[in-house]
């Protein structure tokens, strides 16, 4: 297969993300044009006197600057942070099937995330239910961690391993809340909403909680790229190249965790963007990771804003739950990808 270079890739798909992060807000149960939504932006960024606030109704400034520009914002920032958490930890375990909950930090941030809708905590304030999901994970992280660690040193077989078993166990005792509680249908059925993944009813809070973390994250992954292309090759031929290998893996593992518990807790289980989406750019321009991790975040964002313009229009008034749009879009995608990965073995 041709590879693109990186400057073409990102000639390519940060328009599309532009132009698609433009639909997501013009699309929807009341469109509007784009010059609607220009006038609201000058209005709420520029200073007074750049434009007419009269121009505009305020229920089309409440429906671009309220409810359908954050929701943009926090699919990008959420695509952006599991596509990148995604390539790292197919780095990791050297495996382009590795995903990132396979250490137990979706799982963790879903019990944590149930707790907080079964004692009402969520009513508390708009920021309870990502904040406790946030820290969930990464407790779920170092449980994961502590486990598999003996002596110091981490085998990324016995970590993945600890991190399947710990996440079972974590997913079944949030399912055990939620049958407990399943008399109560309200709280159920937010919980269930929350585990299938979805942007409805997301808030500049939720803007400012979740892309400060993705941003560090996105900064932090980047920087150990050369460490992660000498991990590619194999531990010990890390080790004899100087990379103190547990240290990186404790970098790496706690990066990926802060980008997939950030993600998250704003946008419950979104499953295949972390796996498709890294996959499919390693296959377009090559697996080094100071080309492959900035690529990653853009395409992302965009396949993720795609999937909620889809959620929310395949099926007006209702939305179809984004985790369920992720998984139709993504699944084909990787099995064409399989197959194809298959066919050229073959051969």
Not at 76 to 100: C, E, I
Not at 123 to 128: D, G
Not at 246 to 266: C, N, Q
Request: with cysteine; charged share 10%.
């Amino acid at each position: 297969m041709t590879r693109l270079s990186p400057l073409v890739f990102h000639a390519f798909v940060l328009p599309l993300l532009a132009l698609l992060a433009l639909a997501g807000v013009l699309i929807g149960s009341a469109p509007l044009g784009w010059l609607v939504v220009l006038h609201v932006l000058v209005i709420k960024m520029l200073p007074t006197g750049w434009s007419d606030p009269s121009s505009v109704s305020s229920a089309e400034q409440a429906i671009v600057w309220l409810i359908r520009l954050p929701r943009v914002f926090v699919a990008a920032v959420v695509g952006a942070g599991l596509a990148t958490a995604g390539a790292m930890m197919q780095s990791l375990f050297r495996n382009p099937l590795a995903d990132p909950g396979l250490t137990g930090v979706g799982p963790g941030a879903v019990l944590g995330a149930v707790v907080v809708f079964v004692t009402g905590w969520s009513t508390i304030s708009v920021v309870a239910l990502p904040f406790t999901a946030i820290i969930s994970a990464l407790l779920a992280l170092v449980l994961v961690y502590a486990v598999a660690t003996r002596a110091g040193v981490t085998p990324t077989t016995t970590l993945l391993l600890s991190g399947i078993a710990i996440g079972a166990f974590l997913t079944a005792t949030a399912s055990l809340l939620l049958s407990l509680n399943v008399v109560t249908w309200q709280v159920a059925q937010e919980i269930v909403f929350w585990t299938m993944g979805g942007l409805e009813s997301r808030t500049w809070a939720h803007v400012w909680l979740s892309a400060p973390l993705v941003g560090i994250g996105l900064v932090s992954a980047w920087l150990q790229s050369g460490t992660m292309d000498v991990l590619l090759l194999g531990e010990p031929h890390a080790a004899s190249r100087g990379v103190d290998v547990e240290g990186a893996k404790r970098i790496l593992l706690f990066t990926a965790a802060l980008l997939t518990g950030a993600s998250v807790a704003v946008a419950g289980l979104i499953g295949f963007v972390g796996l498709v989406v890294p996959h499919g750019v390693r296959l377009l321009i090559g697996p080094r990771h100071r080309t492959l991790l900035p690529a990653a975040a853009p395409a992302g964002a965009a396949f993720l804003i795609a999937c909620d313009i889809a959620a929310r229009t395949a099926r007006p008034p209702a939305e179809i739950r984004l985790g369920v749009v992720t998984a139709l879009c993504g699944a084909p995608i990787f099995l064409v990808i399989l197959l194809k990965r298959l066919r050229g073995d073959a051969r």
